[in-house]
């Protein structure tokens, strides 16, 4: 006799009371496992793993004005976090000038409000820029935002060839799930593939894409629609740089991952070996790399921020440990635990803090570190690894029907798949068949009280000050130049980027620059599905 | 019950977070209500006139990017400003309790956090709908 009737992952897979020799029982280990370090990488990218590096500490953070933003990013590499990732809020996420109309209210509020080249040299002032790597959560406009990286290590003295990031720079996965898009699809691409022929020249060390399942999850997808899904958008990367007429080694090297880390531990560790052997496959057999780091899948993780609940805020740091568990089990790259009070606000310099220290304490503590892959070989973990990786090629195929991933966008098949996977999850927790701990079981009647943290009321005037400041004082006639010569290229097939850091360094603005380009490319409006 | 509720669901601002505007939109349908949903990025403007020319009962707005000071009274002044003071307004997204009365004064009925069941949210709307249904 069972407690229930039936036990499943969070995601909805049944799951039997024990696994057994037969149920892994088709694997070949040269062929489907591999040592950590060998194809196809199932268990992991690197022989010694963290014996060799741990994984890069490196909390999302940014609010107000980059000026507040520097100091939380020093405080942060002084408690041993061990790289920068950069939270922009919503108008420069979207493009617009903190004081364009549709800015308004929305100023420094979810992240760091950026205008012009002067805000990025204040945010990394006093960061040596040749030694931290900076992740930059920005898809839209990330080709501005990384000229403006560039300029602010010229800046430095810092050349382009040794500086290292990240730039999301995944649009495909907003009009998924994410939807800060700008333009449509076909020019969004096209920067794309700008953006990966200039670095392999300029900014070799930069990983030009994250492509990112963290948000379709967020939004509500399984795990392995998560997976499934974000493999499917590198490999259209992939196809679009081809297309473009780069060589593959040239630039799959740079691509990178972001995946979400939630609460059903061994689903996600199979998620994320099964995402490394997809991928290897893929790129060896599918579209012929030949050089092997063109078969890594390298990714970052994200704890995943809708697991957290407003009630009992205290219990998400053992959600996120949890999470971070997996994370670390999975053999992630890096890694971003959440604040625990996130579902109520962004977080404070104290619970930003714990978070950290969530990260050290697996590392220095737990001994998850001390060897490769600790879960393999586990038949649970084998089956699950399988059945994630049948799942995925299964939404491969029915995408690949559809005509690619652009057709099954504009079809609204990825928003409805996620739309589903929502609702039904929200039913399961409203009917208590999943439980949440202070949401539909244990709840006690209570008055939040925990410190969160308040953007400065006069933010939004101080950055709108200074950026009619910066308009004041730079050379207009500069400005407009190179915004001439950027909005050829991008009439053109020139690639934008080398015009991108010219505009940036005459100080033109991300407004003004996204203004342009939404002039010769236009503006992408998604059907209101739900 | 003489007709259905007439619920606009509505997205004001930049964030794209459409998740629980999508499952409440869903969860309004499912309890026999008429459900038009905005749509991302949409002004207080624009909410105010999707809330006219559809004749709704009930404007619920969902809002992630912490600009509802800003952005959620804006949309009240416009209804009144259109002469409409018979609208249910709800609010639901990440809204810290500090800012909740704040939201009330400016004629927002309730605010719905993380974790609130999708029955109390429908519940909440069929009795407190101001206008004759």
Same mark, same amino acid.
């Given at each position: 006799m069972e407690r229930r009737e039936r036990f499943q992952t969070i995601s909805g897979l049944p799951v039997r009371p024990c696994y057994r020799p037969e149920d892994a029982a088709q694997l070949e280990y040269p062929r489907d496992l591999g040592d950590p370090g060998q194809y196809p990488f199932t268990r992991g990218i690197h022989h010694t793993m963290y014996r060799g590096r741990l994984w890069t500490m490196r909390q999302f953070s940014g609010f107000g004005t980059a000026l507040e933003t520097n100091a939380r990013f020093r405080y942060l590499l002084e408690q041993g976090q061990t790289g920068l990732s950069v939270a922009f809020d919503m108008p420069t996420i979207m493009g617009y000038d903190s004081d364009h109309p549709r800015a308004y209210?929305?100023?420094? =509020? =979810?992240?760091?409000?950026? &205008?012009?080249?002067?805000? !990025?040299?204040?945010?990394?002032?006093?960061? +040596?820029?040749?030694?931290?790597?900076?992740?930059m959560t920005i898809n839209?406009?990330?080709?501005?935002?990384?000229? !403006?990286?560039?300029?602010?290590?010229?800046?430095?003295?810092?050349?382009?060839?040794?500086?290292? %990031?990240?730039?999301?720079?995944?649009?495909?996965? $907003?009009?998924?799930?994410?939807?800060?898009?700008?333009?449509?699809?076909?020019?969004?691409?096209?920067?794309?593939?700008?953006?990966?022929?200039?670095?392999?020249r300029h900014v070799p060390r930069w990983n030009t894409i994250s492509i990112s399942g963290y948000h379709i999850r967020e939004a509500g997808s399984t795990a392995a629609q998560e997976l499934a899904f974000t493999l499917a958008d590198g490999m259209a990367y992939v196809e679009a740089g081809m297309a473009a007429g780069l060589d593959v080694d040239v630039f799959a090297p740079r691509l990178s991952f972001f995946f979400n880390a939630h609460n059903d531990l061994f689903e996600e560790v199979a998620k994320y070996r099964a995402a490394r052997r997809i991928w290897a496959r893929a790129m060896k057999e599918k579209y012929g790399a030949r050089d092997p780091r063109s078969w890594l899948l390298r990714f970052h993780t994200q704890t995943a921020g809708c697991s957290l609940t407003a009630q009992q805020p205290e219990n998400n740091i053992v959600r996120t440990t949890v999470q971070a568990l997996a994370a670390v089990l999975g053999g992630t790259q890096s890694l971003h635990t959440n604040s625990m009070d996130e579902a109520w606000a962004l977080p404070s310099e104290k619970a930003a803090t714990i978070a950290l220290r969530t990260q050290q304490i697996l590392a220095e503590e737990s001994g998850v570190v001390n060897t490769v892959d600790p879960l393999g070989g586990s038949y649970f973990i084998e089956a699950l690894t399988n059945e994630m990786e049948q799942a995925a090629h299964a939404y491969f195929q029915a995408i690949e029907r559809m005509g690619g991933v652009i057709p099954a966008i504009e079809k609204g098949f990825f928003q409805r798949e996620i739309a589903d996977a929502a609702y039904a999850y929200q039913r399961r927790v409203d009917s208590k068949a999943y439980g949440v701990v202070g949401v539909n079981c244990y709840e006690v009647p209570e008055k939040v009280e925990i410190p969160l943290l308040r953007i400065h009321p006069e933010t939004e005037r101080r950055q709108v000050e200074r950026l009619q400041q910066v308009r004041r004082e730079r050379d207009n006639a500069q400005v407009e130049a190179a915004l001439g010569r950027l909005e050829s290229c991008a009439r053109g097939q020139e690639n934008v980027m080398p015009a991108m850091v010219e505009a940036v360094c005459a100080y033109a603005t991300v407004g003004e620059i996204m203004d342009r380009l939404r002039q010769v490319f236009g503006v992408y409006r998604e059907p209101a599905l739900f | 019950m003489d007709r259905k509720i007439r619920v606009l669901v509505g997205k004001p601002g930049l964030d794209g977070h459409d998740r629980g505007a999508k499952?409440?939109?869903?969860?309004?349908?499912?309890?026999?209500? $008429?459900?038009?949903?905005?749509?991302?990025?949409?002004?207080?403007?624009?909410?105010?006139?999707?809330?006219?020319?559809?004749?709704?009962?009930?404007?619920?707005?969902?809002?992630?990017?912490?600009?509802?000071?800003?952005?959620?009274?804006?949309?009240?002044?416009?209804?009144?400003?259109?002469?409409?003071? &018979?609208?249910? =307004?709800? =609010?639901?997204?990440?809204? +810290?309790?500090?800012?909740? +009365?704040?939201?009330?004064?400016?004629?927002?009925?309730?605010?719905?956090?993380? %974790?609130? +069941?999708? &029955?109390?949210?429908? $519940?909440?709307?069929?009795?407190?709908?101001?206008?004759?249904?």
């Open positions: 209210g929305e100023v420094g =509020v =979810v992240g760091v409000a950026i &205008d012009s080249l002067a805000d !990025m040299e204040i945010l990394f002032s006093g960061i +040596p820029l040749g030694q931290v790597s900076t992740s839209a406009p990330a080709s501005v935002l990384l000229a !403006m990286y560039v300029a602010a290590g010229a800046k430095q003295g810092v050349p382009g060839d040794r500086l290292s %990031g990240t730039v999301q720079n995944d649009i495909l996965k $907003e009009y998924i799930a994410q939807k800060s898009y700008v333009f449509p699809p076909a020019p969004s691409m096209r920067l794309i593939t700008d953006i990966m022929a200039y670095c392999s | 499952v409440v939109a869903r969860a309004y349908r499912d309890a026999g209500m $008429e459900v038009i949903y905005s749509g991302l990025h949409r002004t207080p403007a624009e909410l105010v006139q999707a809330a006219i020319d559809e004749d709704v009962d009930v404007v619920a707005l969902s809002i992630l990017s912490g600009a509802h000071n800003a952005l959620v009274p804006a949309v009240l002044e416009g209804l009144r400003a259109q002469g409409i003071d &018979d609208v249910l =307004v709800l =609010v639901g997204g990440i809204v +810290p309790e500090h800012d909740v +009365p704040g939201l009330k004064a400016a004629g927002v009925s309730a605010v719905f956090g993380p %974790g609130t +069941p999708l &029955d109390t949210i429908v $519940e909440y709307t069929k009795n407190h709908v101001r206008r004759a249904i």
